[in-house]
């Protein structure tokens, strides 16, 4: 079977359910598909963002009082917000506005904060938004709001649990697809890339605030659309089921169905909602007294989840079903992208002049001068620890010199970050590999052409994209291709071995389209062969007019392909100049005396 037949068959049986089943099951199926548009949100912002936040049931509270408030008091409002009250879909409008509104404030103060700041930052103001539920005067306190209309379909009141079935699944439907869809894309990449870590995706030209704001503001529009169903399906609000325990339940609901796959959602929604249910029958007769037993046994169940099956359910039941997944057809037709006029070769790409970097005492870098010019490969060596990596990371954004200026293509850039850089046409790789190992190759190489592509987060859900997308990918496998890893388009780029991972990396950096490479230690961990077909790729980019600065620790390969070496020592440079010079220079003979420095 396909997973296209498995999603007709779980249509299917979603769209007769129903009429098949006694009104109990509908109402419980109704609460799975409320919840699962709230973990759906959260699969994307914890699961494939690797933000925590337990105040999603804020939001959700949001969408259910605003449209209480508006669909019952529009009389007590002010006439500019009163009409929002005349229907439902009008104050739908209104929550998600406010939502919006609320979420990027929020998320203004709190993504900035890191580790367990955050989640402790989400906790605070879903505390403070639920206390604000039951204290402001007009939201009814704790006994809350009644009589909230029915939403009306086509004039048709949506008063019965098997109506609003319908429109609570065709919400979670659309959404599943949307999210699907986004993370499918350019955009998409941009949020998987968070997990890689914010240098990486900035070194690839990413806004890494951008796509963290983007994916909170996301989830909590979806969470505010839940509690706006639920609003209408219950008729009534009060602020408990918008506190923080719920909070921590929806991302126990994440985290069971498995957190980073969309589909999760449903079967977290779904196994957590029919288990507690049945807890909560089962257990008060086996044990013989009333209580919240369910909680107790929950709390079991997931940190043995958490032990044996880490990444949920749904990798579990995606390996149980017989289903054959196709790999992603690219389409090598599509139009090139737009290609960068590169700099005419000589000329000076990127000038270092003086930079120094200290760290409180130590200084790694110690008034540094490097030149690298279009056409040519420059060689940086030196003993580990001598500051070669750390210079890397002047010159190409990531960090900030102490003093000193970094021009790029004449632009200043000390300091300016790595995004910086890799507009002006910048790329590197890292020493240490910096790869999204559950992705495939083909996607990895395609965050390196993030800055070539324009589509946005609405374009991407609603797969407008498309056209786009096509060459994107056909840039990133050509550039697979290129560097030999054709083999590999589809595998997961943490199944590779780590020097075809170091390869990956340079096809990753070569889709940005760039003029100057910075390759950090490229040659470590390939054999005899995959080394000689490195060099051949660089000497090809360097006849293209690519400036290359490579830190290699491998002499025989650097003395072979280096225009220039320059040699660093204890954070200086102690000696520049060709091949045969440096070989024979006392200075650095002295400096590689002794400490040999293979890692
Ligand atoms: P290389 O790449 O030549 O092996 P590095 O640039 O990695 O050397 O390191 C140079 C020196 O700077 C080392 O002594 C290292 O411990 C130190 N160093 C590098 N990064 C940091 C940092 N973020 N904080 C403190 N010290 C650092
Ligand atoms: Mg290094």
């Not at 529009?74 to 104050?91: I, Q, Y």
């Not at 919400?171 to 997990?195: P, Y």
């Not at 010159?395 to 102490?402: K, L, R, Y």
């Not at 005899?528 to 002499?555: N, P, S, T, W």
Request: glycine share 12%; charged share 15%.
């Amino acid at each position: 079977m396909s997973p296209r037949h498995i999603l007709v068959v779980f249509l299917a049986l979603l769209a007769v359910a129903p009429l098949a089943l006694p009104p109990f099951y509908v109402t419980l199926l109704n609460y799975i598909g409320l919840y699962a548009l709230v973990a759906l949100g959260l699969v994307m912002l914890t699961g494939v963002g690797g933000l925590t936040s337990f105040g999603q049931a804020a939001f959700v509270g949001v969408g259910a009082y605003t449209t209480a408030v508006l669909t019952t008091r529009a009389d007590a409002l002010p006439a500019w917000l009163g009409w929002l009250g005349a229907s439902p879909w009008l104050a739908l409008l209104a929550g998600l506005a406010l939502t919006l509104a609320l979420a990027y404030l929020l998320g203004a103060i709190t993504l900035r904060l890191s580790g367990h700041f955050l989640p402790l930052g989400t906790i605070a103001w879903g505390l403070s938004l639920y206390y604000a539920f039951g204290s402001v005067e007009g939201l009814g306190g704790h006994t809350g709001i009644p009589d909230i209309p029915p939403i009306r379909v086509f004039g048709t009141p949506l008063t019965q649990g098997d109506h609003i079935y319908y429109l609570i699944w065709a919400f979670l439907l659309v959404a599943v697809w949307c999210t699907q869809n986004l993370l499918d894309s350019r955009e998409g990449r941009a949020i998987r890339a968070l997990k890689g870590g914010r240098v990486m995706a900035e070194s690839m030209g990413v806004d890494t605030a951008r796509s963290r704001m983007v994916i909170f503001v996301l989830a909590a529009l979806q969470a505010c659309a839940s509690g706006w169903l639920y609003a209408h399906m219950q008729r009534f609000v009060n602020p408990h089921p918008f506190g923080l325990q719920m909070g921590i339940e929806y991302l126990f609901m994440t985290v069971i169905g498995g957190a980073a796959q969309v589909w999760g959602a449903l079967v977290g929604a779904g196994v957590f909602t029919v288990l507690k249910q049945w807890l909560q029958d089962l257990l008060p007769g086996l044990l013989g007294q009333s209580g919240n037993f369910e909680i107790i046994v929950f709390g079991f169940g997931m940190v043995l989840l958490l032990h044996r099956a880490r990444r949920g359910l749904w990798p579990v039941l995606a390996r149980l079903a017989p289903v054959r997944r196709k790999p992603r057809q690219v389409d090598m037709q599509a139009e090139p992208l737009p290609r960068r006029t590169m700099p005419p070769r000589g000329e000076v790409v990127l000038k270092a002049v003086d930079v120094t970097r200290r760290f409180g005492g130590l200084v790694a870098n110690n008034a540094m001068n490097l030149e690298i010019r279009a056409g040519e490969i420059l060689a940086l060596i030196g003993p580990n620890g001598a500051g070669k990596s750390t210079m890397f990371n002047q010159i190409s954004g990531v960090d900030t010199p102490t003093s000193g200026r970094v021009a790029l293509l004449g632009h200043e850039v000390a300091g300016a970050g790595a995004r910086r850089c890799a507009r002006l046409g910048l790329s590197r790789t890292f020493q240490h590999v910096r790869l999204l190992g559950r992705m495939s190759v083909l996607e990895n190489v395609a965050i390196g052409a993030h800055l070539r592509g324009h589509r946005g987060v609405m374009a991407a859900s609603w797969r407008l994209d498309r056209a786009e997308e096509a060459r994107l990918l056909a840039e990133a496998a050509r550039q697979i291709e290129r560097v030999g890893l054709g083999g590999h388009l589809h595998d997961e780029a943490g199944s590779l071995a780590l020097g075809q991972q170091r390869i990956l990396e340079i096809a990753r950096a070569l889709a940005s389209d760039p003029c100057i490479l910075l390759l950090d230690e490229p040659a470590a961990g390939l054999r005899y062969q995959e080394k000689r077909e490195l060099g051949e790729l660089l000497r090809k980019l360097r006849a293209e007019g690519m400036a290359i600065l490579l830190v290699e620790h491998d002499m025989d390969f650097v003395m072979g392909m280096a225009d220039r070496v320059a040699v660093m020592d204890f954070g200086e440079k102690i000696a520049e100049g060709s091949p045969s010079e440096i070989q024979n220079n006392p200075a650095v003979l002295e400096a590689y005396l002794g400490g040999v420095d293979e890692e």
